[in-house]
């Protein structure tokens, strides 16, 4: 009938659907056919910008992590050479290490109002308190944070130990982010005291 919608399918030659399009009947089957290829050719126009899109969405998603096969690693000793690889950079987690705690910090990047730059900085020798990379702190040496900042990743530690380090832990930072503390930095051959 005139006006109402019909549901065409357009199939790959194997079977496989590739798009589905809706629109009114013509007033004959060849009119029907000819609104058909209208909506397709308008599709295909538009294919460029669809995956322009496609592609800012998903650099715009936030790594997901894998929290029950991260549970299954604990007690995590985190290398750092694992650390540096999780640099939130090409759709990487960014990882940090603050008081010796490996956390994720991809959930903070966009709210620290030091940006990704500052938390990047954070494994970084002339960033920490002991003058080595990844020695950061919130609480100890020049760069201490407000008490409670510190505080707040104080109780997020007793937490995890609380749970004897078998699950990450997340700390909310509103409005700002969260991280996630996900295990401890592993002991490396160099002396951080």
């Known amino acids: 009938t005139v006006g109402e919608l019909g549901r065409w399918e357009v199939k790959r030659p194997e079977g496989m659907s590739v798009c589905e399009v809706r629109v009114p009947f013509g007033s004959s089957p060849g009119e029907t056919v000819d609104r058909v290829a209208l909506q397709l050719r308008r599709l295909q126009s538009l294919a460029g910008l669809i995956d322009e899109a496609i592609e800012q969405c998903r650099c715009q998603l936030e790594p997901e992590i894998d929290t029950a096969s991260v549970a299954r690693q604990f007690p995590r000793q985190i290398s750092e050479q694992e650390v540096t690889r999780n640099d939130g950079r090409d759709g990487r987690l960014l990882w940090a290490v603050i008081d ?7 959930k903070m990047a966009d709210g620290h109002p030091g940006g990704l730059r500052k938390i ?16 950061f702190s919130l609480s100890r040496g020049a760069n201490a944070h407000f008490p ?29 982010g969260v991280i996630t503390i996900l295990g401890t930095l592993a002991a490396s051959g160099r002396n951080r005291d």
Do not use: C, M
């Open 148 to 176: 409670k900042t510190g505080k707040k990743f104080r109780d997020g530690v007793t937490r995890f130990e609380n749970l004897n380090r078998k699950e990450t832990v997340e700390v909310d930072y509103s409005p700002f």
């Open 100 to 106: 010796g705690y490996v956390v994720d910090a991809s």
């Open 120 to 135: 990047l900085s954070a494994n970084d020798a002339t960033t920490g308190w002991t003058g080595k990379a990844f020695g």
